[in-house]
């Protein structure tokens, strides 16, 4: 009898490429630091919020900028938004276009924050600490949900070195060089994004007419429907792409 040419045995038809899922944190986001803001010195907190169901951004990590003496509502009306936000040209103060609905997010996450539900960083054990670092690791995180990147450039620069992916923005890029790797210069008019370029930023500039410079792309979430997560354009010079991002946020 000749020898048989094909056999059968047993193999392992298990999936293989399921995504690691980082450890589990009892707590929905972290606070990395109670201090004085880098534009104005008020105190301000800095939270990371693990998880997201913003329909632009996607599930990414979402970093809020926020004042502790008043609630959102309460620091736009004070002017204390100025600490997180600094001379934002979009605050309520000067135009009242700005586009974060400060009574959604920053409301609930500053209601959240007071309850005691965001853990101080530095207070952890260093298991939960090395939890929080694997989870920040794990995915996309996005800059200022509310607030500017600028008013904490220490916690800011820390979470770039961790995240895979940044998302971010600041419009105080004539102050703030050392954000241009990871950061877009936000402008809001030709002239701006002129001085922004030749500052070497890339920028994400609000328009409220249908004109691009030869440089600029439409944001694909405009165009595509495409999530920040999915993204990855609005990190600044790191970025793979040399384009700048233009919509009609105003």
């Known amino acids: 009898m000749s020898e048989q040419k094909y056999t059968l045995s047993v193999c392992d038809f298990s999936v293989a490429d399921k995504k690691a899922k980082p450890p589990k944190f009892n707590y929905p986001g972290i606070t990395f630091r109670v201090g004085p803001s880098d534009l104005t010195g008020d ?122 992916q940044i998302t971010a923005y600041t419009h105080q890029w004539r102050k703030v060089p050392q954000l241009k790797p990871f950061c877009m210069a936000s402008v809001d008019s030709t002239e701006e994004y002129t001085q922004a370029k030749d500052s070497g930023w890339r920028t994400y500039r609000h328009t409220s007419d249908n004109m691009a410079f030869g440089n600029e792309i439409v944001c694909p979430h405009k165009t595509h429907g495409v999530q920040c997560a999915d993204c990855g354009l609005c990190s600044g010079t790191a970025s793979n792409s040399k384009r700048d991002i233009v919509t009609t946020t105003i």
């Open 43 to 164: 105190t301000i907190a800095t939270i990371a919020v693990f998880n997201s169901a913003n329909e632009k951004t996607g599930n990414v990590i979402q970093v809020y900028y926020l004042p502790v003496a008043e609630h959102p509502m309460d620091a736009i009306k004070s002017g204390l938004d100025s600490a997180v936000c600094g001379n934002c040209p979009l605050r309520p103060v000067h135009s009242n276009v700005c586009y974060v609905r400060k009574y959604h997010g920053p409301a609930r996450v500053y209601s959240t924050f007071q309850r005691g539900r965001y853990p101080h960083y530095e207070d952890l054990s260093q298991v939960d600490k090395d939890r929080v670092l694997s989870i920040l690791r794990s995915k996309p995180v996005r800059l200022g949900a509310y607030g500017d990147p600028a008013s904490d450039l220490e916690t800011s620069t820390f979470l770039t070195s961790l995240a895979p």
